[in-house]
């Protein structure tokens, strides 16, 4: 069975730092596109980053140059680096693998929740 694992949240001060992880299984990793959306309370979910099986990568405006997208295949991981994190930043952050040609061509983790407060 597929499964997207997500770690690393939790409760982080302005200004600090958190990385998070999701571990995939159930899939060939290194083919899929992998990502990290985020739903905040009374918003739609987003998407924050995205890393292709080529490496190439996109981030949303609102966290360039704060946030780090990366893989490791021969772990079946993809980290989400989240530098100088502002309460806006709050959300449930959600783990997502794609490949258009399988049936279903996407699969989504649990999901993980980062809190930014004081």
């Known amino acids: 069975q597929v499964q997207l694992v997500e770690s690393g949240g939790g409760l982080v001060q302005p200004g600090g730092s958190l990385r998070l992880s999701c571990a995939a299984s159930?899939?060939?990793?290194?083919?899929?596109?992998m990502g990290w959306y985020r739903q905040a309370p009374g918003k739609k979910r987003e998407l924050v980053a995205i890393?292709?099986?080529?490496?190439?990568?996109d981030y949303a405006d609102s966290v360039k140059g704060r946030f780090t997208i990366s893989r490791d295949n021969a772990q079946s991981t993809v980290y989400l680096q989240m530098n100088s994190l502002p309460s806006e930043d709050t959300a449930v952050y959600y783990c997502?693998?794609?490949?258009?040609?399988?049936?279903?061509?996407?699969?989504w983790g649990q999901g993980t929740q980062v809190t930014v407060s004081s």
């Open positions: 890393i292709t099986s080529g490496d190439s990568t």
């Open positions: 997502k693998a794609d490949y258009p040609r399988w049936s279903p061509p996407y699969y």
């Open positions: 159930g899939i060939i990793f290194s083919i899929f596109t």
